[in-house]
T-cell receptor, first 112, second 115 residues
């Protein structure tokens, strides 16, 4: 099973400022990587995914992430956040067995 | 596309009763669905993998006789919490795997409260 570490449990950020959420995973094999967002009392919504190809992945709502195999990282970024980006963000990894291993989550709070 | 629904969204029941939660993939067929449990302010914990037409695979520590899973069709999986107790109160979330990739699409979750 994969181990996923989200290095920041809470990230406060001002509106229109950039944000980066860090994610590292443990693996010696090829993996699939995902970022999900969860709004209060809701399920998870897929933001973006890396399966293969270009290491820079663009997702919904202006988010992007970069896969770095040598550093086993998949950090999520957004150049300018909105109040509506306040949510819980989960990084997840699969090594091809259809199961996902989730990180502990990062709470992003956007302030005006 | 890739929409997953759950029903009910919220349920309150008395201790000792059984509760059934449905998970449906609305616009695709899912041979594999997953059931997760999430405690407040925590990540998702995989409970079991539900495979259409076969028995579910449970994660270590999850009681299969307490959490009954049935995946009778390619668009429906059900989780039944039998003889529920207050400690079973939680947020239950399902997901469906969209083949041929490992991408899982999640339902909106079911809040179970056992009194």
């Amino acid at each position: 099973a994969q181990s996923v570490t989200q290095l920041d449990s809470q990230v406060p950020v001002f509106e229109e400022a950039p944000v980066e959420l860090r994610c590292n995973y443990s693996s010696s094999v090829s993996v699939y990587l995902f970022w999900y967002v969860q709004y209060p009392n809701q399920g998870l919504q897929l933001l973006l995914k890396y399966l293969s190809g270009s290491t820079l992945v663009k997702g919904i709502n202006g988010f992007e992430a970069e896969f770095n195999k040598s550093q086993t990282s998949f950090h999520l970024r957004k150049p300018s956040v909105h109040i509506s980006d306040t949510a819980e963000y989960f990084c997840a990894v699969s090594d091809g067995d259809y199961k996902l291993s989730f990180g502990a989550g990062t709470t992003v709070t956007v302030r005006a | 596309g890739a929409v997953v629904s759950q029903h009910p969204s919220r349920v309150i029941c008395k201790s000792g009763t059984s509760v059934k939660i449905e998970c449906r993939s609305l616009d695709f067929q899912a041979t594999t669905m997953f059931w997760y449990r999430q405690f407040p302010k925590q990540s998702l914990m995989l409970m079991a993998t539900s495979n259409e037409g076969s028995k579910a695979t449970y994660e270590q520590g999850v009681e299969k006789d307490k959490f009954l899973i049935n995946h009778a069709s390619l668009t429906l999986s059900t989780l039944t919490v039998t003889s529920a107790h207050p400690e079973d109160s939680s947020f239950y979330i399902c997901s469906a795997n969209l083949p041929p990739t490992d991408t899982q699409y999640f339902g909106p979750g079911t809040r179970l409260t056992v009194l």
